[in-house]
């Protein structure tokens, strides 16, 4: 594995009891790259994204963030989170506060902002992902997108280097989704690091570096996403694009 990638992970497993989830997976990302996981429901995808900020400690294996080893030292977790954001499927806000008021909780609390600069941090990170118009609004007044696109400016308030996405749309109408991957589009190309659970091809297409295809917990191809879309790709892996997009 290239020593000098941004984040390193090597032969990684992952048991839950008797059932192995993930085998042997290894992969790099390169700084500024967007790397997106593909693949067949139950192909441990966000177990393996959740393996990489610990929130799921893989059994065997390792895993490095700009050079330096995360998995051996878990007491490392908490501030090893505040370099590695992350976007989960259910947006994951809190219902009593308002959108400003959800981004502004972990700049106070962990980066010892005051409440004046975190205010003004969260409405600069509302433009950003072009909902400043919603910062007084309760989750429940927002629409799915809206709420995702909350959650997105709240993980970029701690100034993350690396960006994790477990699959951001997948909870979403039709109709929400678009606006969440034109954000997440937008920060790829400012040169955000990210990797990107998604079943949504044309942000695979559009958006991201490399395409790894994983199934039944393995790593079954890691290819530039050019050469992943113009039919280069493992027989298996055309057979999956095969049924996703038709």
Same mark, same amino acid.
């Given at each position: 594995?290239?020593?000098?990638?941004?984040?390193?992970?090597?032969?990684?497993?992952?048991?839950?009891?008797?059932?192995?989830?993930? $085998?042997? &997976?290894?992969?790099?990302?390169?700084?500024?790259?967007?790397?997106?996981?593909?693949?067949?429901?139950?192909?441990? $995808?966000?177990?393996?994204?959740? &393996?990489?900020?610990?929130?799921? +400690?893989?059994?065997?294996?390792?895993?490095?963030?700009?050079? =330096?080893?995360?998995?051996?030292?878990? %007491?490392?977790?908490?501030?090893?989170?505040?370099?590695?954001?992350?976007?989960?499927?259910?947006?994951?806000?809190? !219902?009593?506060?308002? *959108?400003?008021?959800?981004?502004?909780?972990? +700049?106070? $609390?962990?980066?010892?902002?005051? %409440?004046?600069?975190?205010?003004?941090?969260?409405?600069?990170?509302?433009?950003?992902?072009?909902?400043?118009?919603? *910062?007084?609004?309760?989750?429940?007044?927002?629409?799915?997108?809206?709420?995702? =696109?909350?959650?997105?400016?709240?993980?970029?308030?701690?100034?993350?280097?690396?960006?994790?996405?477990?699959?951001?749309?997948?909870?979403?109408?039709?109709?929400?989704?678009?606006?969440?991957?034109?954000?997440?589009?937008?920060?790829?190309?400012?040169?955000?690091?990210?990797? &990107?659970?998604?079943?949504?091809?044309?942000? *695979?297409? #559009?958006?991201?570096? #490399?395409?790894?295809?994983?199934? %039944?917990?393995?790593?079954?191809?890691?290819?530039?996403?050019?050469?992943?879309?113009?039919?280069?790709?493992?027989? #298996?892996?055309?057979?999956?694009?095969? !049924?996703?997009?038709?």
């Amino acid at each position: 594995m290239n020593g000098s990638a941004f984040l390193e992970v090597n032969h990684v497993n992952k048991h839950f009891g008797s059932l192995h989830v993930l $085998k042997d &997976c290894s992969f790099s990302v390169n700084r500024g790259e967007t790397v997106v996981l593909i693949g067949p429901s139950g192909s441990g $995808k966000s177990t393996l994204l959740r &393996c990489v900020n610990l929130l799921e +400690p893989p059994s065997e294996g390792s895993i490095r963030f700009e050079g =330096r080893e995360i998995t051996g030292d878990l %007491r490392q977790a908490h501030k090893l989170r505040a370099e590695i954001g992350m976007v989960f499927q259910n947006f994951e806000l809190f !219902q009593h506060l308002n *959108a400003v008021e959800n981004i502004m909780l972990a +700049p106070m $609390k962990v980066l010892g902002y005051s %409440r004046l600069d975190a205010h003004d941090l969260a409405i600069d990170l509302l433009k950003k992902v072009h909902i400043p118009d919603r *910062a007084d609004h309760l989750p429940e007044e927002l629409s799915g997108g809206q709420q995702q =696109r909350v959650a997105i400016a709240r993980a970029l308030a701690m100034k993350p280097k690396l960006m994790l996405y477990d699959e951001p749309t997948s909870a979403l109408d039709p109709e929400m989704i678009r606006e969440v991957l034109d954000v997440m589009t937008e920060l790829s190309a400012d040169g955000m690091t990210s990797v &990107c659970v998604t079943h949504e091809m044309g942000f *695979a297409r #559009r958006a991201a570096d #490399r395409i790894i295809f994983m199934e %039944r917990g393995s790593i079954i191809e890691n290819a530039p996403s050019d050469v992943f879309f113009s039919g280069q790709a493992s027989d #298996r892996a055309r057979q999956f694009l095969n !049924q996703i997009l038709h």
